[in-house]
């Protein structure tokens, strides 16, 4: 890890990780990184010292030790030797051999790991953005919705502190757009690792769902690419999480582990959307991230039984419309960090994110048809929230796609929309019951 702890967070920021000189800069085991360029021999028709060192992702120096490690192994054999990075090789039978007790214990096959030590001491370093928050960066990442100063200053503080936060309020009034938009706040991209490893196994950390990696820019240009550079990353987990997803995922088929969800959010935001309607218990699931949240460490657990502390640096977001004494005591509630509560917008509120929506739509709102929205709030004693400009809007668009007609905005579609937004019920028309009698007399 010198090669790492030395570095400032500007540095890292300007350059990257430094390229490993020597495979003890690495801070993973010769023997390691033998058996993993063995694999990836292995699935080269006619490997070469170059294309083995772009799998691993190593420099071709390093990865020409790793080859003639095994070359003297007589795990494989040199078939043309030439300048650096274009010597050819072979397995041999007894690199074969040793190819299947490996990927009966590890069937990892991707880029070289880093270690434990080297990814906790990046994720602290770069946790908090070089940048913090300021009012007017939070306006700009919250810029297409319509919130009360009060709640920018406390999204604000909650970026800068990087404290967890519960978000309340009633459905429709905007708690999953605040939540999502929170990551647009933390300044500046991270470096995470393509995997970690610990005692010859091996957890995954890169993944493409979440983790979106940044262009290469000119003034990174000779790093370490065992870390690639990635945007804060963002997740969002519902209904569908369980106590399971906080914990390493063993893949008895791929023999390594896949990071649970809180490690892959490192550097960014975790929101816990419809909290309390999860498949675990809101109190078990908060039992389990207590003490992380408080101290921002986690300990996970190997098959083995071994437990390992990783880094929980992330914005954690617990967003619900479930009312907090159903979830959780007031025990719990003080150790959150910030609590705050969406409420409905008001009339005038209502008015600006309706035109705003309008706009972006490119459609024309007059003021007859805006008020005659109005008035059907007022008229059915509605409350009326801050989803709902949105939906009508769809259905609108819904019924002049059906009717093949352009997007516009009228009383009558108005009406319509509200009818198969709000409910309505559909009987037949009295003419109707009329030509079904005469008919019947006929």
């Not at 040199?78 to 690199?95: E, F, I, K, N, P």
Request: negative net charge.
């Amino acid at each position: 890890m010198a090669h790492l702890n030395i570095l400032t967070r500007a540095e890292i920021e300007a350059l990257g990780p430094p390229t490993p000189e020597e495979l003890g800069d690495t801070g993973i085991p010769d023997a390691f990184l033998r058996e993993l360029a063995l694999k990836h021999v292995a699935t080269f028709p006619e490997p070469t010292t170059e294309a083995v060192a772009d799998s691993l992702h190593l420099p071709s120096s390093l990865t020409e030790e790793l080859l003639y490690g095994l070359y003297r192994e007589k795990f494989i054999e040199m078939r043309l030797r030439s300048a650096v990075g274009s010597t050819r090789y072979a397995m041999l039978d007894h690199g074969w051999e040793r190819l299947t007790r490996l990927q009966s214990h590890s069937g990892y096959l991707g880029p070289a790991p880093v270690s434990l030590t080297d990814y906790t001491h990046m994720m602290r370093l770069q946790a908090v953005p070089s940048q913090s928050a300021t009012i007017e960066t939070v306006r700009v990442a919250f810029q297409d919705l319509v919130l009360p100063d009060s709640l920018l200053q406390t999204l604000g503080c909650v970026i800068n502190s990087r404290s967890s936060l519960f978000l309340t309020g009633l459905t429709g009034t905007g708690k999953t757009a605040v939540s999502e938009r929170m990551n647009a706040a933390l300044f500046g991209n991270i470096w995470i690792p393509y995997a970690v490893e610990i005692d010859g196994q091996i957890i995954r950390i890169f993944d493409s769902h979440c983790h979106h990696p940044v262009l290469e820019r000119s003034s990174v240009t000779d790093h370490d690419r065992r870390w690639v550079e990635i945007e804060r990353p963002s997740i969002i987990v519902g209904g569908e999480l369980t106590l399971d997803n906080t914990d390493l995922t063993w893949s008895e088929t791929a023999k390594f582990y896949e990071a649970p969800l809180q490690v892959k959010s490192n550097g960014g935001t975790l929101v816990i959307d419809d909290f309390g309607r999860q498949r675990v218990a809101p109190r078990d699931l908060l039992n389990r991230w207590i003490l992380p949240l408080e101290r921002r460490v986690d300990f996970l657990t190997l098959h083995s039984g071994k437990k390992i502390e990783v880094p929980f640096e992330q914005l954690v977001v617990f967003s619900t419309n479930l009312e907090e004494k159903e979830l959780v005591d007031e025990a719990f509630l003080r150790r959150m960090g910030y609590r705050a509560r969406v409420e409905p917008p008001t009339p005038s509120a209502f008015v600006e994110i309706f035109k705003r929506l309008v706009t972006t739509r490119g459609v024309v709102l007059d003021q007859k048809c805006l008020d005659h929205v109005l008035s059907k709030y007022a008229f059915e004693k509605r409350m009326m929230k801050a989803c709902e400009p949105r939906d009508l809007l769809n259905k609108v668009t819904d019924i002049c796609l059906f009717e093949g007609r352009k997007l516009q905005l009228t009383p009558e579609l108005v009406d319509l929309a509200w009818g198969n937004y709000f409910g309505t019920a559909h009987g037949f028309k009295p003419e109707f019951e009329q030509f079904q009698t005469t008919q019947a007399t006929m």
